[in-house]
């Protein structure tokens, strides 16, 4: 039965004056209108006349009573109405359809529930599911294809044990007894000594642990044991098995063999060569992962050796010189005609520090470094412990010629010279700063503990001054930190 077959909550509502619908005169009238949903009319009246032959027992031909040669009695109708409302569930069909008129029924559509309480129906998977759940211990349920099975096991095994199944309401179901039963449990001890295989006597000599002695399954012939020994002989016992697996008893000595071959050396190991070799005057080192040959001769011969271009060496005879060497600091003069660099004479703490290998975690290539302290006019206007570690001190830097506090021109990492402090202890010397206050640029911390609190002390900022070229050093003469210039090449 179709609910849906005309647009329209009146035509339903009209259609099931009677739970169980079966309105013929409703649908005659409507179909003699030739709506344009005609078609759906017709099947309706169709499946009604069904409904009142199969109540009847009569033979209505539903096209003759479309067409009106033929005319169903009123009785006929009702009686097939009263049987259809006798059944379950079809005032609540009439009361939905009359309630949603514009829904099209599915198979997943629900008209009405039931509820109520009933057994549940186990599956055998359903059943082992269950019993498995349910934890019982050393118990185990299992699913062969047609039957349960149920198996116990025990982690005593010279001890007997038994499984006990009790009476329960679906015993017989699963093939159980329907009274309680106790089956004991049943074992057999068979002992036997089968051959190994070769991977298993290898393994069984190896597990043995016998020093210096290792066996293997041979590479070219996997059908043959191979024994291999690092001791200068070899005894085998008289063994059950040696003609099993092909063995003689008696002692082997070890024979030996010597092999030569080339290997490459690495810089350390070249270094190590020269200086064993023993060469009056000659020394060699290994600088920055380079090779470095220092001869104090007056003539120092490379020869042509088969590995010169490997580690980058010309034959060829090098004779040393005799040269006048001295220090000259010049000026270096900027595009402005303003000296940016010159030597300092006055104050013994402006000298420069040597770094034969300024290399760093990240970059083992740096080579060396020359550190300049530099007198920007900072000194130390207040010094105490720091209000977070104790084992940091915080300096406030002032710049002469003021007395106020004023910006400092350092980064975390940078390198400070402090000379004259009065702190105790004191804490003159060379100091990596270790922390710079965000919220006071006229602040930064080093690692030092400090008992008393002090004031004065000059401070000399480290700076790197070794430049490949004028116009690296040019680049950063104005660099400033807070508004400070970090170098003072320039002179105001």
Same mark, same amino acid.
């Given at each position: ?5 005309? #647009?329209? &909550? ?9 739970n169980? +619908? ?25 499946? $009604?006349?069904?409904?009142?032959n ?5 033979s ?8 009106? *040669? ?8 009702v ?8 059944g379950?569930?079809?005032? %609540? ?5 009359k ?9 997943t ?21 269950e019993?498995?759940?349910? +934890? ?21 095994p010279?001890?007997?044990?038994d ?25 057999? @001890?068979?002992?036997?000594f ?42 085998i016992?008289? +063994? ?7 063995i003689? #008893?008696?002692v082997?000595?070890?024979? !030996? ?9 690495? /810089?350390n190991?070249?270094? %190590? ?9 000659v ?7 380079r ?5 104090v ?20 005879t ?23 660099f010159?030597?300092?004479?006055n $104050? #013994?703490?402006i ?6 290998? $300024? ?13 300049? @302290? ?24 002032? &710049? ?8 400092h ?28 206050? !965000?919220?006071? /640029?006229?602040k ?10 002090? *004031? ?9 001054? &070794? ?10 003469k ?15």
């Open positions: 039965m179709q609910a849906a077959v005309a #647009p329209g &909550r009146l035509f339903i509502t009209t259609y099931f004056t009677n169980a +619908g079966i309105n013929l005169s409703q649908l005659l009238v409507e179909h003699g209108t030739s709506p344009s949903y005609t078609t759906q009319l017709a099947s309706l009246i169709t499946n $009604d006349v069904a409904l009142i199969e109540q009847t027992g009569n209505y031909v539903a096209s003759a009573v479309i067409s009106g *040669s033929t005319v169903i009695p009123n009785s006929d109708i009686a097939t109405q009263n049987a259809v409302d006798n379950v569930y079809i005032d %609540d069909f009439a009361t939905y359809v309630g949603n008129p514009s829904v099209t029924l599915a198979t559509t629900v008209v009405a529930t039931q509820s109520g309480t009933t057994f549940k129906t186990y599956t055998l998977a359903g059943i082992v599911q019993i498995n759940d349910a +934890g019982i211990p050393n118990v185990v349920a299992t699913n062969t294809g047609t039957f349960l099975r149920l198996t116990k096991t025990t982690s005593t010279t001890v007997a044990f499984l006990t199944l009790s009476v329960g309401t679906a015993n017989n179901d699963v093939g159980f007894s329907t009274q309680t039963e106790t089956i004991a449990a049943t074992s057999s @001890t068979s002992t036997g089968p051959n190994l295989t070769l991977q298993q006597t290898v393994n069984q000599i190896n597990a043995a642990g016998i020093t210096g002695i290792t066996a293997s399954i041979n590479a070219n012939n996997t059908n043959l044991l191979q024994i291999n020994s690092n001791r200068a002989t070899l005894y016992g008289n +063994g059950t098995a040696n003609s099993v697996i092909g003689t #008893p008696g082997t000595p070890a024979g !030996s063999t010597t092999t030569t071959s080339n290997t490459s050396l690495d /810089v190991d070249i270094v %190590d060569k020269i200086n064993q070799a023993g060469i009056s005057g020394s060699a080192s290994n600088s920055n992962n090779l470095k040959l220092v001869s001769n007056s003539q120092f011969v490379i020869g042509a050796g088969s590995s010169n271009g490997q580690v980058g060496l010309v034959a060829q090098y004779n040393s010189a005799t040269v006048q060497v001295g220090n000259v600091f010049n000026a270096i003069v900027g595009s402005d005609n303003n000296q940016v010159r030597e300092m004479t $104050d #013994p703490n000298f420069s520090i040597h770094i034969a290998d $300024d290399s760093i975690e990240s970059n083992y290539n740096l080579g060396y470094q020359v550190y300049q @302290t530099m007198d920007l006019s900072m000194y130390v206007n207040y010094s105490c412990a720091g209000i977070i570690d104790a084992d940091e001190a915080e300096i406030t830097v002032a &710049r002469y010629p003021s007395n106020l506090t004023q910006a021109n350092l980064s975390v990492g940078d390198y400070v010279l402090i000379r004259g402090s009065t702190t105790i202890p004191s804490i003159d010397g060379i100091h990596r700063v270790h922390k710079i206050d !965000s919220d006071n /640029v006229t930064f911390y080093i690692d030092q503990y400090i008992t008393q609190e002090g *004031s004065g002390g000059n401070i000399y900022p480290l700076r790197p001054v &070794r430049f490949s070229t004028f116009n690296e050093l040019d680049s950063v104005n660099n400033q930190v807070n508004g400070v210039y970090k170098y003072n090449f320039w002179w105001f």
